[in-house]
C-alpha cells in the first residue's frame, strides 16, 4: 500500500526510453515493450483498466462480504492453523469488529511481522470464511500509533504482464507524471490534465463513467488517439501521392476482348469500379484505392482487367492473397481468364519446392509473367520484377493497418529502379460501415462493389439446436444425392489449429460412418500444403461430395456447385466471420441453404445473432447489427477486422467521434501542421521508431 517515492532522474525527459528510469533494467524493459511500452511518455497511455477506491476507512463492524476495502486494526492473535491447507491466520480487531487475515503462503519474516499487539492496515476483498469475516492475502502493512494518511486519489489498476507487478507499474506511472510535471511538454494544459485525471482520479468521480470509458477526459483522449491514426493515415497518403508512379493507358479494345472472353456479362458495379480503377492508373500519381464488396460480388474479375491494363502498358502486376489456399484458386482462375489473352501468370507460395519457386520467380524477373500471384512470400527477396507497376492485396481484412503499410513499403522496393511507385489495389469484402471504413483506410480512395451477379438465389439459413443434428444430417446427404455438394464447417472457441484440426477429424470420421454412400473431403490448418490443394482441387472438380472443413475455408473459396452449409456451433462466431463463412454458398443458380447448428442454451447477444443472420445477407446490414451488439468495451477482435491498434480509444464504442475527427484532422493539416506532426509523434512514435526492434 506504500506509494514508492522515487524520483526519476533530473535528466530524463518524456522521449527517453523507459530504461533511463530509475529501476528500470535490459529485462523489466523487454517486459515492457510485450505492453507496448517503450519511450517515458507511452507509460502515460497506458492507462487503469479499472481503479480501487483507498481513501476511506471502513470500520471492520460495518464490512460487507464481497466488498474490498481498507481497514486498520491491532492483531489480537496470529497462528499457522491446519485446516485442509496450512495457512497463517491473523485476528485483528478495530473497536467495531473482528476480522481475520488469512495468507496461504507466507515467510518466516511475514510471521514475525504480523505479531500480536501490532497496528496494521490492510487492503482486500473480504469474505465469509471459517473464522468469520476473512481478507484472503490482503495487501496490508504495519503502522505506528501515528497512522500515516490514506492516498487522496483513486489507486489505479493498469494492465500487466507476467514479471511486471501492479505495484511496479504504479511506480513506474507515477514517475513518468512526475516528469510530465516538471518538464516543459508539446502536451497541451488540458491534455496534461486529462492523462493526470485518469492516472489518479479524485474519490469525488464516479467510478460508473471511467470504468464505462465515457468519462470526458477519456472522451478527450479517445478523440486525440484516432486523430493521429487518422493524421498519420492521411500524412501516408499524401507522401506516397507526391512520388511519381507509371502512366499506364487503358486499352479499350484490349478490355473489350477480356469482356467477351468472359463467360458472363460484367454487372454495371463492376464496369464502373473498373473505370474508377483506369482513370487512376492513368494519372502519373499512384493509385491508392480501396475496393469493398460483399462476398461473391466479383471482386477478382476487376483484379483481373486492372492487370490486362498494366499489361497492355507492358509492365507487371503483383496479386497478394492471405492465404496460399487463395492464392493458389486465384491462379487457376486467372489463368483461365488471361492467359488466351496473351498475359501469363506466376505462382508464388511458401509451399512450393524451392525448384518449382526458382522457376516461377524467374519468369517473373524475366519479365515472361505479367501476373505473379502468391501469399506474402511474393515480397520476400528472391523475387524481383522486371516492371512492377500494380500491387492488388486480396483480402484486405486479414491484414492490420500496420501489417498493409508494411506490404505497401516492401512493394515500393521491389519496384525496380525505385523511383516510381506502384499503384495499389486494396480489396475487401468485410462489409465495414462507412465512418468506420473512412477511418481504418483513410489513406485509401473508396471503390465500392454494391450489385450481386444476376441470377442468385438469396441464400435460406436456418438456425437449429444440436438436438436436431441427425435432421441436418440427412439434408446433407439429400442434397449430395441431388447431385450438389455441401460444407461442413467446425469451429472451435480456442484459437489452436491443433485442437481444431482434431475436431475437424473426428466430425469428418463421425460424418463418414452416417454417410456411408457419401465422398467425403477434409481440410484443416494442419494439413501439408500439397494436401489441402489436393483435397480442394477435388472438391472443385465435383470429385468430393461433402468437404469437412474448419474455418481456413473463409475466405475466397468459391465452388458454384456447393449449395448447403453446416456451421456446426455457429454461436462460437462473430457476425463478420460468420457472414464470411455463408458468403462460400450461394455462388451459383441453385438455391443455396446454411444451417447454423448451436449448442444450446443460447446466450441473449448469442441469439440475436443468429437472428441476424437468419434476417438478412446484406453485409453491410450485418456489420451495422454487429456494432449494435458489441458491448460497451468490447473491443472488435483482430481476428474479425484488425482494423487498428488502439491504446485507448474504442473504434466501437467511441464511433460517434469518427466524424469529428475527420473534419478535425483535415483542418489541422490545412491550419497547424506543426500541431498535427505532434499528435502523431506521441500517439504512434515509439511505434514507428520501435516497431522493428
Ligand atoms: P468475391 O468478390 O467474393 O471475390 P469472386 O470474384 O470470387 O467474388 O466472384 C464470385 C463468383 O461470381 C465467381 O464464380 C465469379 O466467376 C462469378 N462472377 C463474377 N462476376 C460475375 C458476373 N458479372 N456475372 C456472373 N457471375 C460473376
Ligand atoms: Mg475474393
Known sequence: ?????????????????????????????????????????????????????????????????????????????????????RSFLCRVQDGTGTLSLRLFHFSPAQRAQLEPGK????????????????????????????????????????????????????????????????????????????LRLLHGPTPDISLADLESGRHPAQRQLALDELLAHHLSLLDARRRVRSQPAPKLAAHSEALERFRQSLPFPLTAAQNRVIAEISADLAVGAPMLRLLQGDVGSGKTVVAAAAALIAAGNGAQT?????TELLAEQHARTLRDWLEPLDLKVALITGRQRAAQRRHEAARVSSGEAGLAIGTHALFQDEVTFADLA?????????????????????????????????????????????????SAYADLELSVLDELPPGRTPVTTAVVGQERRAEVIERVSAACRAGRQAYWVCTLIEESDVLEAQAAEDTAQLLGEALTDLRIGLVHGRLKGEDK???????????????????????????????????????????????????????????????LLYQPPLSQTGRQRLKVMRESTDGFVIAEKDLELRGPGELLGTRQTGLVDLRVADLVRDRDLLPVVQARARELLESDPGQAERIVERWLGSRARYAHA
Open 1 to 85: 500500500m506504500t506509494r514508492n517515492r522515487s524520483a526519476p532522474a533530473p535528466s530524463v525527459g518524456l522521449a527517453d526510453p523507459v530504461r533511463q528510469l530509475r529501476g528500470v533494467g535490459a529485462t523489466l524493459a523487454e517486459r515492457l515493450a510485450r505492453l507496448d511500452l517503450h519511450r517515458v511518455q507511452d507509460l502515460l497511455f497506458h492507462l487503469p483498466l479499472r481503479y480501487e477506491d483507498r481513501t476511506r476507512l471502513t470500520p471492520i463492524g460495518s464490512l460487507r462480504p464481497g466488498t474490498s476495502a481498507v481497514i486498520e486494526g491491532t492483531i489480537l492473535a496470529a497462528d499457522v492453523v491446519f485446516g485442509r491447507r
Open 119 to 194: 497496528r496494521v492496515r490492510c487492503y482486500g476483498e473480504a469474505r465469509s470464511g471459517a473464522t468469520g469475516l476473512e481478507l484472503y492475502h490482503p495487501e496490508y502493512r504495519v503502522i505506528g500509533a501515528a497512522a500515516p494518511p490514506l492516498p487522496d486519489r483513486l489507486t489505479p489498476v493498469y494492465p500487466i504482464t507476467e514479471g511486471v507487478s501492479q505495484q511496479r507499474i504504479r511506480t513506474l506511472c507515477s514517475q513518468a507524471l512526475e516528469i510530465l510535471a516538471r518538464k516543459p511538454s508539446t502536451f497541451e494544459a488540458d491534455f496534461t490534465e486529462a
Open 318 to 322: 503483383a496479386l497478394m492473397a492471405p
Open 390 to 438: 500494380l500491387v492488388i492485396i486480396d483480402e484486405q481484412h486479414r491484414f492490420g493497418v500496420h501489417q498493409r503499410l508494411a506490404l505497401r513499403a516492401k512493394g515500393e522496393q521491389a519496384l525496380r529502379g525505385g523511383e516510381r511507385v506502384p499503384h495499389q489495389l486494396v480489396m475487401t469484402a468485410t462489409p465495414i460501415p462507412r465512418t468506420l471504413a473512412m
Open 533 to 595: 490443394a489436393a483435397v480442394m482441387a477435388a472438391f472443385e472438380a465435383g470429385e468430393v461430395d461433402l468437404l469437412v472443413a474448419t474455418t481456413v475455408i473463409e475466405v475466397g473459396v468459391n465452388v458454384p456447385n456447393a449449395s448447403l452449409m453446416v456451421i456446426d456451433n455457429a454461436e462460437r462466431l462473430g457476425l463478420a466471420q460468420l457472414h464470411q463463412l455463408r458468403g462460400r454458398v450461394g455462388r451459383g443458380a441453385a438455391e443455396s441453404h446454411c444451417v
